[in-house]
């Protein structure tokens, strides 16, 4: 649902995209004065300027080495506080996107903006978005590790012998293993027939599929601007259908995706350092400036959050999860508490909230059949009231009381 701050957000964030899309360096200059303070900034990794000079400065640099170019935001606009964070693409003169990014504001009770801080690819969400230049480049830039390597690495993570594999797979353990020392050469229907039976991520069976020189299988959203748009609208529809409860969507490294507002009113009561993209639900819960500080029910939370964490590393290995694995396992456990208080069928997320009792509990909604490799790395998390007083206060916190 739109709502008049949502309205607010985005007409700051568009007001700036405006002015610096301006061809006329004189109207330019004047929409600088109308989009930022007199103190501005922009700050993005090759150019930055301050004041009105230095942004106007800015402007004139972007246009001579992007002529005909403009700024579109490809993204909602979100914020808490005084800071709004969107996705943007830089557009040639034909419409294709040359350059995409996300950036980060401070905006200042005028409304107009303060502080712009910019990131080159669009990492408003982490490594989900990140993988538009790391998972979904083009086959033949890089060369990609042998079939049988990969096959044989995630075998051995499957706990499964060749003979195993071999049977469940329906062929001979002799062919397997001429495979995995690279003597045979699987064909597509073999490598697709071992990796359902490995329970391969989609992501890793396209791998395979172009270590045996043959075309991925799964399309990657985050590959295509436009397919990357379908995909977070659908998202924000799924998130919109349960305000005023708490929704996020969180990718394969559980940095959030996008988040609907009633999780933006629980982020309040985190520290806004933690808030920096890519914003990562683990540290935002368990990290001692984070959620933690409000959960009563902090240590047999942190046990759940590292059972997922470590079941995740287990099922779909990356050096990602092994460092925030090590970081989470490194911050303080609480002391034994005291048993939940109330009836449970399952672990409630208990937090104290301004002197109230929450308690939430979370369910995780996926892709039934997910055919697309983004769509596949995604879950859907949400926190349904436990009790009467949560469902009350998180209506009356969605209606402003």
Same mark, same amino acid.
């Given at each position: 649902?739109?709502?008049?701050?949502?309205?607010?957000?985005?007409?700051?964030?568009?007001?700036?995209?405006?002015?610096?899309?301006?061809?006329?360096?004189?109207?330019?200059?004047?929409?600088?004065?109308?989009?930022?303070?007199?103190?501005?900034?922009?700050?993005?990794?090759?150019?930055?300027?301050?004041?009105?000079?230095?942004?106007?400065?800015?402007?004139?640099?972007?246009?001579?080495?992007?002529?005909?170019?403009?700024?579109?935001?490809?993204?909602?606009?979100?914020?808490?506080?005084?800071?709004?964070?969107?996705?943007?693409?830089?557009?040639?003169?034909?419409?294709?996107?040359? &350059?995409?990014?996300?950036?980060?504001?401070?905006?200042?009770?005028?409304?107009?903006?303060?502080?712009?801080?910019?990131?080159?690819?669009?990492?408003?969400?982490?490594?989900?978005?990140?993988?538009?230049?790391?998972?979904?480049?083009?086959?033949?830039?890089?060369?990609?590790?042998?079939?049988?390597?990969?096959?044989?690495?995630?075998?051995?993570?499957?706990?499964?012998?060749?003979?195993? &594999?071999?049977?469940?797979?329906?062929? /001979?353990?002799?062919?397997?293993?001429?495979?995995?020392?690279?003597?045979?050469?699987?064909?597509?229907?073999?490598?697709?027939?071992?990796?359902?039976?490995?329970? %391969?991520?989609?992501?890793?069976?396209?791998?395979?599929?172009?270590?045996?020189?043959?075309?991925?299988?799964?399309?990657?959203?985050?590959?295509?601007?436009?397919?990357?748009?379908?995909?977070?609208?659908?998202?924000?529809?799924?998130?919109?259908?349960?305000?005023?409860?708490?929704?996020?969507?969180?990718?394969?490294?559980?940095?959030?995706?996008?988040?609907?507002?009633?999780?933006?009113? %629980?982020?309040?009561?985190?520290?806004?350092?933690? @808030?920096?993209?890519?914003?990562?639900?683990?540290?935002?819960?368990?990290?001692?400036?984070?959620? /933690?500080?409000?959960?009563?029910?902090?240590?047999?939370?942190?046990?759940? @959050?590292?059972?997922?964490?470590?079941?995740?590393?287990?099922?779909?290995?990356?050096?990602?999860?092994?460092?925030? @694995?090590?970081?989470?396992?490194?911050?303080?456990?609480?002391?034994?508490?005291?048993?939940?208080?109330?009836? /449970?069928?399952?672990?409630?997320?208990?937090?104290?909230?301004?002197?109230?009792? @929450?308690? %939430?509990?979370?369910?995780?909604?996926?892709?039934?059949?997910?055919?697309?490799?983004?769509?596949?790395?995604?879950?859907?998390?949400?926190? &349904?009231?436990?009790?009467?007083?949560?469902?009350?206060?998180?209506?009356?916190?969605?209606?402003?009381?």
């Amino acid at each position: 649902m739109t709502t008049a701050r949502t309205t607010d957000l985005a007409a700051t964030a568009d007001r700036y995209l405006t002015a610096l899309n301006e061809a006329d360096p004189a109207t330019r200059r004047r929409l600088i004065g109308e989009a930022w303070t007199p103190e501005g900034s922009l700050l993005d990794p090759p150019l930055a300027g301050q004041g009105y000079d230095g942004l106007a400065e800015v402007g004139d640099q972007l246009h001579a080495g992007y002529p005909g170019h403009r700024f579109t935001r490809t993204s909602e606009v979100d914020g808490h506080h005084d800071r709004i964070r969107f996705s943007w693409a830089l557009l040639d003169p034909a419409g294709e996107p040359v &350059l995409t990014g996300i950036d980060v504001a401070v905006v200042a009770p005028d409304g107009r903006v303060a502080a712009v801080t910019g990131f080159f690819g669009d990492r408003a969400a982490g490594p989900w978005r990140r993988g538009v230049t790391e998972r979904a480049r083009p086959p033949g830039r890089l060369q990609p590790p042998p079939a049988g390597a990969l096959l044989r690495e995630w075998r051995a993570r499957r706990r499964l012998s060749q003979l195993d &594999l071999a049977t469940l797979a329906g062929t /001979s353990s002799r062919h397997l293993s001429y495979v995995e020392t690279g003597r045979s050469t699987p064909s597509r229907e073999m490598v697709l027939r071992l990796a359902d039976t490995l329970a %391969l991520p989609l992501a890793a069976c396209n791998q395979v599929l172009l270590g045996a020189g043959h075309a991925p299988a799964y399309q990657d959203a985050r590959a295509d601007p436009a397919a990357t748009r379908r995909l977070l609208e659908t998202l924000d529809l799924a998130l919109a259908a349960y305000e005023p409860w708490p929704a996020l969507v969180l990718d394969a490294a559980f940095d959030v995706v996008v988040a609907n507002a009633a999780v933006d009113r %629980l982020l309040a009561l985190v520290d806004p350092d933690l @808030l920096d993209p890519p914003v990562n639900v683990i540290r935002l819960t368990l990290h001692p400036r984070g959620l /933690s500080r409000h959960i009563t029910n902090l240590g047999a939370w942190r046990a759940h @959050l590292l059972r997922q964490l470590r079941q995740h590393a287990a099922a779909a290995p990356s050096p990602d999860l092994s460092a925030l @694995l090590a970081e989470a396992e490194r911050w303080p456990a609480p002391a034994e508490e005291a048993p939940s208080a109330g009836p /449970s069928f399952a672990l409630p997320l208990e937090l104290s909230v301004g002197g109230q009792a @929450l308690r %939430l509990y979370s369910t995780v909604a996926t892709f039934g059949t997910p055919l697309d490799v983004a769509a596949s790395e995604l879950a859907i998390e949400t926190f &349904l009231p436990a009790d009467d007083t949560t469902r009350l206060w998180l209506s009356a916190a969605a209606q402003g009381v």
